[in-house]
């Protein structure tokens, strides 16, 4: 039983010794750890109650919406987009605006609200629709070369007939019929390669015969012209 006792002592001191040593640098590394903790769990309580304020905020641009009360829409976005800029729904709510205001006549604030979504909807998926709305905006105020300009980013597959269409749109406001053709002929192309991997291809056929038309009445147009 001594014997045991001297040893657990020998392992006592052996200890006290290591912890002299160490003792401070260990203490050090816990209080990091845990600083870091609850600095995490902070920051994700933040960022919760962000995304609950911004989800309120956005109900109110919806209901706005629904009501058809462009003005509350208008104001309902901008609190949310000054608030909670950084969030998903700032950019849904900016969207949202803008097609109310574009509804109304005010192109001019839809163009705003959409320059801002352009300008922070880098890496979303939503990039595509934003530049795709800003280039119809444009094409209402007559601004033919920033409708082009919003457009030169290659959208993806999803996106690419009516990026392709609309580009034709501005081409044929400009008096490119030519060009104007080409863009709904890359339009039709671009279906055409999207139908081959769906399962409903018939889904896409009334926007196909709406794209043929514009084609064929640029030929028309030509004709006239000639």
Known sequence: MAVYDHEEQEQL????VWWKQYGNLVTGVL???ALAMAGWQGWNWWQREQSLQASAL???VERAVEAHDAKRVREAAGELID??????YALMAAMLSARIQLETGDIKSAKTQLEWAQQHAAGSDLHDLVNLRLAEVMLEEKSYDAALQALT????A???PRYAEVRGDILAA???LVEAGKAYQQALDKIDESQKSMDQPQQQTAYRDMLQIK????ALAGDKQS
Not at 83 to 88: E, N, S
Not at 215 to 218: R, Y
Request: aromatic share 6%.
């Open 158 to 160: 999803a996106f690419a």
């Open 13 to 16: 001191d052996e200890l006290k």
């Open 215 to 218: 084609l064929e009445s640029l």
């Open 174 to 176: 400009q008096g490119k």
């Open 31 to 33: 209080l990091v750890v």
């Open 153 to 156: 980013a290659a959208p993806a």
């Open 58 to 60: 956005y109900t109110l």
């Open 83 to 88: 608030k909670h800029g950084r969030t998903r």
